[in-house]
């Protein structure tokens, strides 16, 4: 016995020394690729030493003799953190992913083949001008100086990741950042799956009247009267589904409702204590780490940038310089049609045009899957744009047999200058200035808010499509592509592009509200991202007759929900306090001292009180319990809560209280009788999830924004090290936005927010600040991972300063590049 005891006391101990020095083995070579920011490089590109200051967050300030030796840093150091980021957007865009990743990504491979997102990107390389091929060539030879670097110097291959997923990075070329803007488009484009969601909603409904109520207009003037899918295409199945997109955290492609949004709004020097003007942006993006966005600062001939740039892209999206400000927000115009294409009979290499039938423009493609065989693709374009196959948004559901679905879509265009806007945004003076070299911008589309000293403004920016006065759904769901009417006509003149500044109130602002109300074909949308932030807003900002920097980081960070306060008192009317008292214990008397908490709730979605989760619970309980009957399976496709449609409901607009009333059951159920039930749904889930004593809940713990690693993010173990989960407050009509994921055993994960926050005062320029969800590094075993992370939690910023002697005064590291 001694001697067995002897044996597995010498294997245990061999086996932890073996597990230690495996563990001490993968740390070291993960530790290989942390950069070095302290030190002096001679490399290829540049014409004179270049300096890059990293303060003490970790933001890079670049300095050069020239511009481009300026963006040959910015270059460099966007691979020295986020090198690993910057290959799969690249390999993601090009359709590539399955090289790497083996059969999981196959369809998202197939589908960017399709869209031809990096072909239509380095087509359109030749049309930027000169000043932005020369920024573009030099960003390039950056990050292929740390290519060259890591190569030579043994650095770990570049980032963790590489030893996992060992695949061969190319040099980088200028289309490459071209294709990172498009690949934005993509991620921030969702009218293609309204459209087909709007379609495959009016087939499932006995009652086309009832399309209003479930997808209704934001409040306006109307619009005339579509035609009802079924007539335009008959015989078409009333439910089925294909493939899910975003299945994978790989994924480009948002689900619905996730395909951007974001917050700003700026303050005349009337409308400011300071006398300066002020501007605050939040752009909304799917949680990832890193985030998106990296912060960098740009020593340009033209004076210094300093703001949130893309990996890949060299320039300052959102930012500000010593003269100009802008921010970002998602447009929703209308920039995706689905075109129905009718194939030949006798010929399905042919599709109908209004000149008779025509071949498709095709293509092979070949698609290398990791540990698979290759497959070969036929890609098919016609006048209209790509032919998508009907597995692909669920397009099979809407296409008839003998058809094919086309997209057309502005970032499709091969002449996309929308990179030599960006640039010259950052050296313009002015916001008159600005405006007008934002005419170049093609998608995505955004309404771009600026500032100068005196003056503030709002431009929607991008390619607005030119549609015919008779367009058969006016952009609304899917048309036949073969009649003209239907077919796009160009780009509508960019004075038609809505324009506001220096207004009389001195403040401007978007929450992705409708901010025009024009007719058809000028209308800018039908689809809006919101409709409830802007009254939320609209009372800040009215609050006050001056703000300063603090009063907009305040309403940054508000999180009342107007539609809480607003929708509570609708469906819960015949149900405040009415009923006997009930024994403790029973669900009566659950649903008491739910409504109790809910009475006595001022709407705030704080992360530590009981009444959010009740409240998001309830609501998202009732939205299932009305559409369930009158949808079917596809009552799913609705996975948040659509304030409209409930408001309808509950104030009976045009009948709407039908909703309430299940046609499969014999009572006549009323809305009453919903708001109660789905009440006692919502307890019951809660109990489940979260356990029986309602005051003691936290919205906080269902609410954790979900900073995860698209590709590590879901290994055991090592997600625990690189996925970033916090508690958050916000919800998803809140201006502190926390976009809940709808779906699954969690549907309140905070999955889609403000990446990033800025708040300029034009007053008092250095005195700005900004924040990321994340940090700068991409690496997880770096300190600037998750640094910013608790600060961005918590509502704290970092400073925004042009001031060099600041950032050298305290920098945590300073790389020289001097020419080779």
């Not at 996975?639 to 709407?656: C, T």
């Not at 090290?721 to 809940?740: A, E, H, M």
Request: net charge negative; proline share 7%.
């Amino acid at each position: 016995m001694g001697l067995v005891f002897r044996w597995l006391v010498r294997i245990t101990t061999s086996l932890i020394l073996l597990a230690v020095a495996a563990v001490g083995l993968i740390y070291f070579l993960a530790s290989q690729s942390l950069p070095e920011y302290n030190q002096t490089l001679d490399v290829e590109g540049v014409s004179a030493p270049v300096e890059i200051i990293r303060d003490t967050a970790n933001v890079p300030h670049i300095l050069g003799q020239s511009d481009p030796d300026v963006f040959f840093g910015l270059g460099y150091a966007h691979a020295q953190d986020r090198l690993w980021q910057m290959t799969v957007l690249r390999r993601t865009v090009q359709g590539r992913l399955s090289e790497v990743f083996g059969q999981r990504t196959v369809h998202i491979d197939k589908l960017l083949r399709r869209l031809d997102l990096y072909g239509l990107a380095h087509r359109s390389v030749d049309v930027q001008d000169e000043y932005t091929m020369a920024a573009l060539r030099a960003y390039s030879n950056g990050i292929n100086a740390r290519l060259t670097e890591i190569n030579e110097q043994a650095l770990g291959r570049g980032a963790p990741e590489m030893f996992l997923f060992n695949a061969p990075v190319p040099p980088w070329q200028p289309g490459d950042s071209v294709a990172i803007i498009k690949l934005m488009s993509l991620q921030l484009s969702g009218h293609l799956e309204d459209e087909v969601l709007r379609a495959r909603t009016s087939l499932m409904l006995e009652d086309p009247a009832l399309l209003a109520d479930i997808l209704p207009d934001v409040p306006g003037s109307g619009i005339a009267a579509l035609p009802e899918y079924a007539a335009l295409f008959p015989n078409l199945p009333r439910y089925a589904r294909g493939t899910p997109l975003s299945e994978t955290p790989l994924s480009p492609f948002p689900e619905r409702g996730l395909a951007g949004a974001s917050n700003a709004w700026t303050a005349a020097p009337s409308r400011s204590a300071s006398g300066g003007t002020l501007l605050a942006n939040d752009p909304h993006l799917g949680f990832t780490a890193p985030g998106i966005w990296y912060l960098a600062r740009l020593e340009l001939a033209s004076g210094g940038v300093i703001g949130a740039t893309i990996p890949g892209v060299p320039a300052i999206s959102a930012g500000r310089s010593d003269r100009l400000g802008w921010g970002l927000t998602s447009s929703y115009l209308d920039d995706q049609d689905v075109h129905i294409e009718q194939l030949n009979p006798d010929n399905p290499e042919e599709y109908l045009t209004p000149d008779g039938y025509k071949r498709f423009q095709t293509r092979p493609s070949i698609i290398e899957i990791k540990d698979a065989a290759p497959i070969t693709l036929t890609l098919r374009w016609t006048d209209n744009g790509p032919v998508l196959p009907g597995t692909h948004y669920d397009l099979g559901t809407i296409t008839p047999p003998g058809h094919v679905a086309s997209l057309s879509w502005s970032a499709l265009s091969p002449r996309d200058t929308s990179m030599s806007a960006s640039l010259a945004l950052m050296n313009a003076d002015t916001v008159r200035q600005a405006i007008d070299l934002a005419e170049d911008f093609i998608a995505p589309s955004q309404n771009l808010s600026l500032v100068d000293e005196n003056t503030i403004g709002l431009k929607l920016v991008g390619a607005m499509p030119r549609r015919d006065l008779n367009n058969q759904s006016r952009g609304r769901i899917p048309t036949p592509g073969w009649l003209d009417r239907n077919r796009w006509q160009g780009r509508l003149p960019y004075a038609d592009n809505p324009e506001f500044v220096a207004p009389v109130g001195g403040v401007l602002g978007n929450t992705n509200n409708k901010i025009i109300d024009r007719p058809f074909p000028r209308h800018v949308s039908y689809e809006w991202g919101d409709t409830q932030r802007v009254h939320r807003w609209e009372r800040l900002m009215q609050s006050r007759e001056v703000h300063t920097r603090d009063s907009f980081i305040e309403a940054q960070l508000d999180t009342v929900s107007y539609t809480a306060r607003s929708l509570l008192p609708l469906i819960g009317a015949d149900l405040w306090f009415t009923g006997e008292a009930a024994p403790e214990g029973t669900p009566e008397r659950q649903r008491q001292i739910a409504l109790d908490l809910l009475a006595n709730w001022n709407g705030e979605m704080n992360e530590h009180l009981p009444e959010p989760l009740i409240y998001a619970a309830w609501l998202r309980a009732l939205q299932i319990r009305l559409t369930s009957d009158e949808l079917g399976p596809l009552a799913a496709e609705y996975k948040h809560v659509e304030p409209l449609f409930i408001e309808r409901v509950y104030r009976d607009i045009d009948g709407a209280s039908v909703w309430c009333d299940v046609r499969q059951s014999a009572p006549a159920e009323t809305c009453t009788d919903m708001a109660r039930l789905a009440l006692d749904d919502a307890i019951i889930w809660i109990s489940e999830r979260y356990g029986t004593a309602l005051e003691s809940l936290r919205w906080g713990d269902a609410h954790q924004a979900t900073h995860d690693h698209p590709v590590l993010g879901e290994v055991p173990v090592l997600r625990f090290f690189v996925n970033i989960r916090q508690s958050t407050s916000g919800g998803d009509n809140t201006l502190l936005r926390g976009r809940t994921s709808g779906e699954g055993p969690d549907p309140f994960q905070n999955v889609h927010g403000a990446g990033y926050r800025g708040v300029y005062d034009f007053a008092d320029p250095d005195s700005s600040v900004f924040i990321t969800a994340t940090g700068q590094s991409g690496h997880f075993l770096s300190r600037y991972y998750d640094d910013q992370a608790q600060l961005w939690r918590r509502g704290e910023y970092i400073p925004m300063s042009l001031d060099i002697g600041l950032a050298r005064a305290a920098s945590v590291g300073v790389t020289v590049l001097n020419p080779r």
